[in-house]
């Protein structure tokens, strides 16, 4: 069975919170183990923080949406924001990397993306905004879901 959500949220630093949450509990009926549940928790901020900080630099008129998918154990998570986009998607992909030095950003969130989930795939378009594609296959541990 196929189950889906969407959200739409304005682009301010107090909805990354929110947008965790709202994720976390979508995905709380496929009974996700502790470490899963942290890692996509852990992913969609870190999503969310690049949507609000980068695609729409602190501008909080913007809109980050997420759409969520779940089934037969696979959860399938975009993150989309309509700001500034990526000019070298492979740039922003390394380790270290990040565009705001100045506001103390570590360069590690696509990293870590692509390490919590099975794919991540990134499209952006400079001054049409950035889509983040998320994908992970949960260990099932009952068949609620199937």
Same mark, same amino acid.
């Given at each position: 069975?196929?189950?889906?959500?969407?959200?739409?949220?304005?682009?301010?630093?107090?909805?990354?919170?929110?947008?965790?949450?709202?994720? @976390? @509990?979508?995905?709380?009926?496929?009974?996700?183990?502790?470490?899963?549940?942290?890692? $996509?928790?852990?992913?969609?901020?870190?999503?969310?923080?690049?949507?609000? $900080?980068?695609?729409?630099?602190?501008?909080?008129?913007?809109?980050?949406? $997420?759409?969520? @998918?779940?089934?037969?154990?696979?959860?399938?998570?975009?993150?989309?924001?309509?700001?500034?986009?990526?000019?070298?998607?492979?740039?922003?992909?390394?380790?270290?990397?990040?565009?705001?030095?100045?506001?103390?950003?570590?360069?590690?969130?696509?990293?870590?993306?692509?390490?919590?989930?099975?794919?991540?795939?990134?499209?952006?378009?400079?001054?049409?905004?950035?889509?983040?594609?998320?994908?992970?296959?949960? @260990?099932?541990?009952?068949?609620?879901?199937?």
């Amino acid at each position: 069975m196929r189950n889906e959500m969407q959200l739409q949220f304005c682009a301010l630093s107090q909805n990354e919170s929110f947008a965790r949450v709202t994720v @976390a @509990a979508f995905i709380a009926q496929l009974d996700p183990t502790l470490d899963e549940l942290t890692e $996509i928790k852990t992913v969609v901020s870190e999503a969310v923080t690049n949507a609000i $900080i980068h695609g729409y630099e602190g501008n909080p008129s913007g809109i980050v949406y $997420i759409d969520l @998918a779940i089934e037969d154990g696979f959860v399938d998570l975009s993150i989309r924001d309509e700001g500034v986009g990526i000019t070298d998607i492979e740039e922003a992909r390394q380790p270290l990397f990040t565009t705001k030095p100045e506001l103390e950003r570590s360069g590690m969130g696509f990293t870590i993306m692509e390490n919590f989930m099975d794919e991540c795939m990134i499209e952006s378009q400079p001054g049409l905004g950035t889509i983040v594609r998320l994908k992970k296959h949960l @260990a099932l541990k009952n068949a609620l879901c199937n």
